[in-house]
């Protein structure tokens, strides 16, 4: 359903484009493109920061939030391209005169100046996203100044004058995505943390086990307790001097009477600050979002995957399996799994023989190969694959997987890939 209007959004776009140049015809090919890459580029970056709002309905209508943030990656890409391609094609129009300084440096007039700002600003914001490795909370810091690129380029599509703004059916489309994004942005700026439920929990216990650790987690007396299904997650906001709103997701590795328990590794500095908290500390959490377990208890034969600390969805999963559903769990990891998480699944194993636990050691066993999981279960064809880990483990596995005759439908991916 997302994607569909995102479909709908982009022919009514290309529609309207068209009839303007019916309306008002003489534009030339190049002057043409940069309409339409300018028109397609706002399009895109407004539902990219629709995407990232991180609302329920956005979960439903794309069926998860992960899957909502891809097609946010996707779009923010495409996006930047058209965007680029904008000025370029403008300049390709003008030329052999030179038009460079009127399509890239600041000043000619307002409307070409806050374009001018808006792409600049685009291109460093996407650089330090694509090409450097940010701690995840200077990069939440940095995507909030997306925000005045939508501004920035929402004002230059609604002042700039040209055949297509002159087309008024074209013009209200244009200003009504640039008020949806702007509207968006203020909401997520300012109001997002104002009026989500906040959720105050207080550590009440932490184990860890070499780069492992599992929190406790209990309600504040004031608080209302969050029930969470079998495989979901929350986003859990700690604090830190100099460190506004820091929150992070994990998932939750189990939930009784409103008491929580979630696993996760330390490899950042949120993980490192979420370890050496004091019993006691408050944690604010958001939630719950997912629908990785919801999709598994509609199947029955299964091949659950995870890799490293992507075994922590399972857990709850795990414990609400019924008799007539039969998995085949695969733990791979270079060294020896934590027992503070694989012993749960190991325990549970020789209790309910439908559940096969499988603890894979890349180190001494090589890499997890569809051939290698092909052994372990009577035909991968008739089977449903869960996968949660590294997103090159779970790409590697989907493509062996389709070419070893299971079809896409057949794998489902829980993916953390936020950032």
């Known amino acids: ?47 990219t920061y629709i995407l990232a709002l991180r609302h329920r309905i956005l979960e439903r209508l794309f069926g ?3 899957k909502a943030y891809k097609i946010h ?40 100046t806050l374009g001018i700002l808006a792409l600049y600003l685009l291109f460093i914001l996407l650089s330090l996203t694509l090409y450097v490795d ?19 380029g ?23 995505w640039s008020l949806m994004a702007v509207s968006v942005f203020i909401y997520k700026r300012y109001l997002y943390y104002l009026l989500l439920p906040r959720n105050n929990y207080i550590l009440e216990r932490i184990t860890q086990e070499d780069e492992a650790v599992v929190a406790e987690l209990v309600p ?8 969470f299904e079998p495989g979901q997650y929350a986003f859990f906001e700690i604090e830190r001097p100099g460190r506004k709103r820091d929150e992070h997701p994990f ?11 979630i ?3 330390v490899i950042g500095d949120f993980t490192l600050s979420m370890m050496r908290l004091s019993v006691g500390s408050k944690v604010t959490v958001r939630g719950p979002y997912g629908t990785f377990g919801r999709v598994a208890f509609r199947k029955n034969d299964m091949v659950w995957i995870a890799g490293g600390i992507g075994i922590t969805p399972y857990a709850s999963m795990m414990k609400k399996l019924t008799s007539g559903q039969n998995v085949l769990m695969i733990h791979t990891t270079s060294k020896r799994a934590p027992k503070i998480l694989a012993g749960i699944f190991e325990a549970y194993s020789y209790l309910h023989p439908n559940f096969r636990w499988f603890p894979y050691r890349t180190s001494e066993l090589g890499r997890l190969t569809a051939p290698v999981i092909a052994k372990y279960v009577d035909s991968l064809k008739n089977k449903f694959f869960f996968l949660c880990g590294p997103e090159m483990m779970m790409k590697g596995l989907e493509r062996q997987l389709i070419g070893h005759g299971v079809k896409r439908k057949q794998i489902i991916f829980e993916d953390f890939g936020f950032k």
Do not use: C
């Open 1 to 47: 359903m997302g994607l569909t209007m995102i479909g709908v959004s982009i022919l009514i776009t290309l529609w309207l484009y068209f009839q303007a140049k019916l309306a008002v015809p003489g534009t030339g090919l190049w002057q043409g493109l940069a309409q339409l890459t300018g028109l397609l580029g706002l399009i895109g970056l407004s539902w």
């Open 64 to 66: 998860g939030l992960d």
């Open 73 to 112: 990656h996707i779009l923010g890409a495409g996006a930047f391209i058209f965007l680029v391609n904008h000025p370029l094609f403008l300049i390709i129009d003008s030329l052999p005169a030179n038009t460079l300084s009127t399509y890239l440096v600041p000043g000619v007039s307002l409307a070409y």
């Open 134 to 152: 940010l701690p995840y909370w200077f990069w939440k810091k940095t995507h909030e100044w997306m925000g005045l690129v939508v501004i920035l």
């Open 154 to 176: 929402a004002l230059h599509g609604i002042l700039v004058v040209s055949d297509v703004s002159r087309f008024l059916p074209l013009k209200v489309w244009v200003l009504f």
């Open 220 to 227: 504040t007396a004031q608080t209302k307790p969050i029930y």
């Open 251 to 261: 998932s939750v590795l189990d939930e009784e009477n409103g008491r929580i328990k």
């Open 263 to 265: 696993g996760l590794k």
